[in-house]
């Protein structure tokens, strides 16, 4: 009823200053509708004067005035200690009101949603799916709340968590009717910052009202950086060629070399690296991306042929400390310091096969 009162008192303090195209009836009824406000006086004058220059007021105190009745039936009072009290091992938990019936909503490691009553009977599960590429266990950064982001009587539950160290979500669930929103950010991450890209960044994809608010959020965070394209398919290339290569550094004997994309960042440092001639092609090394990495180039083409992380500690890491062909002019030697130690690696680039040498 204060709340009420308070909009009450707004309306009347704007009323307009130009009264004299108003009949005196009118502005009469206006007076006694605002300061005995109710729905129905608000409807009887919008009725008897709809294009009174007093009717987008009327008209706006009544959207004012049925928002408040209806976020006081509908907002829950069951606070978040509550909730968790009766949600058992859930990540996060929070009182939900429908209808002017309190539930809980309680958010479990897997992403699934448990409706619970009061005392904590459970009414309903929904899942939601989880949006990553890791496979691990999603971990909850930004805890639940209810929030109506357009305004309306649309309440919607905002949280977000991490697939890992290299994957953040926001999203929007809206309970009634079991709809989730959400946005993703991946890339290269230390736990806390992220340096990468989002899917529903890309331009010309068409998103929703929800995604674009997600979207927003995902901007607007210090800890998501987002790279260029040219950069992008760098990290995806050196990714690649890691994942086909598990064992390069230490047993493979056969390598899988990848071809890079002219537009990545990596060709254009090949570009201007200092390149070793052999036959038919030339060979660079250098540093990119938190990677050294060796590309050959033949005919126009870039090759990525070696990756391996770049090395923090000369005395206790091995790094190359060069790279050198053999007279044939497609053997690719590979000369590596560890400390005061030195030993190589030999790629015959035609076979593409790899020898350890001490």
């Not at 971990?139 to 709340?145: D, G, I, K, N, Q």
């Not at 109506?148 to 309970?175: C, M, N, W």
């Not at 990119?288 to 000369?314: A, Q």
């Amino acid at each position: 009823m204060k709340t009420l009162k308070i909009i009450i008192a707004a309306a009347l303090l704007v009323l307009p200053l130009s009264l004299g195209a108003q009949t005196k009836a009118e502005t009469s009824l206006y007076g006694k509708t605002v300061r005995k406000f109710s729905i129905k006086a608000a409807d009887k004058f919008l009725k008897k004067y709809p294009n009174s220059v007093y009717a987008p007021k009327v008209l706006h105190l009544k959207d004012s005035v049925l928002m408040a009745e209806y976020i006081a039936a509908n907002v829950s009072t069951i606070s978040p200690d509550a909730a968790m009290a009766v949600a058992g091992n859930a990540f996060d938990a929070i009182g939900w009101k429908k209808d002017g019936v309190e539930h809980v909503l309680a958010l479990d490691p897997d992403l699934t949603f448990r409706v619970l009553s009061p005392d904590g009977t459970l009414e309903d599960t929904r899942v939601i799916p989880v949006y990553t590429m890791s496979s691990a266990t999603p971990s909850l950064v930004t805890p639940m709340e209810i929030i109506s982001p357009f305004g309306g009587k649309r309440q919607y539950i905002h949280f977000a968590y991490r697939g890992g160290t290299d994957e953040y979500v926001e999203a929007l669930y809206l309970p009634e009717e079991d709809l989730v929103h959400q946005a993703l950010f991946y890339g290269k991450g230390d736990g806390t910052r992220i340096e990468g890209q989002s899917p529903e960044m890309i331009e010309g994809v068409n998103i929703s009202a929800e995604v674009a608010w997600l979207v927003a959020r995902l901007r607007e965070n210090p800890n998501l950086i987002q790279i260029s394209k040219a950069d992008i398919l760098t990290d995806d290339s050196i990714q690649w060629w890691l994942q086909k290569n598990p064992n390069a550094r230490t047993s493979a004997a056969k390598l899988v070399f990848g071809k890079l994309d002219p537009e990545s960042s990596i060709v254009e440092a090949c570009k201007k690296a200092r390149k070793e001639k052999g036959s038919g092609r030339s060979a660079a090394i250098f540093d990119i991306r938190g990677y050294t990495v060796i590309c050959t180039v033949s005919g126009g083409e870039y090759t990525l042929v070696w990756c391996e992380p770049v090395c923090t500690n000369r005395n206790t890491q091995p790094y190359i400390r060069s790279i050198y062909f053999d007279n044939d002019g497609t053997t690719l030697n590979l000369f590596y310091y560890k400390g005061k130690t030195t030993f190589k690696k030999k790629i015959s680039l035609p076979s593409r096969t790899i020898r350890h040498l001490k």
